[in-house]
């Protein structure tokens, strides 16, 4: 069993269950990366404890919503950010492109 504490993880290959703790509660997990399960169970404890800290609230079910929103919130901005981005390089291409075919149509013309 691999686990998200500092404990050397392992993974059960029987059937394949990733054991992780988060927030002081043990999860037995399935997938085919324990090593990355592991790194996103650390992650949720990690927000899990600073909510908890930041709000001084021990109620497990808020601080889970509070840090889901947290996670979701991180998740929305780098993807309004990416999405950005992808916008800026659409718009980056279809001048380029633009420029192109108007050297094309030039160059037919003159030919």
């Excluded at 291409?93 to 192109?100: F, N």
């Amino acid at each position: 069993m691999a686990t998200a504490t500092k404990e050397s993880p392992a993974q059960d290959a029987q059937n394949g269950s990733v054991r992780v703790e988060i927030f002081d509660q043990a999860y037995n997990l399935r997938g085919t990366d324990a090593k990355y399960i592991i790194k996103l169970a650390e992650y949720v404890d990690t927000k899990m404890r600073a909510v908890a800290q930041a709000t001084n609230t021990i109620d497990t079910v808020r601080l889970a919503v509070l840090a889901a929103l947290n996670i979701a919130d991180e998740y929305h901005l780098l993807k309004r950010k990416q999405d950005g981005g992808a916008t800026a390089y659409q718009k980056r291409v279809d001048a380029l492109s633009s420029a192109l075919d108007q050297v094309l149509e030039e160059k037919r013309k003159a030919g």
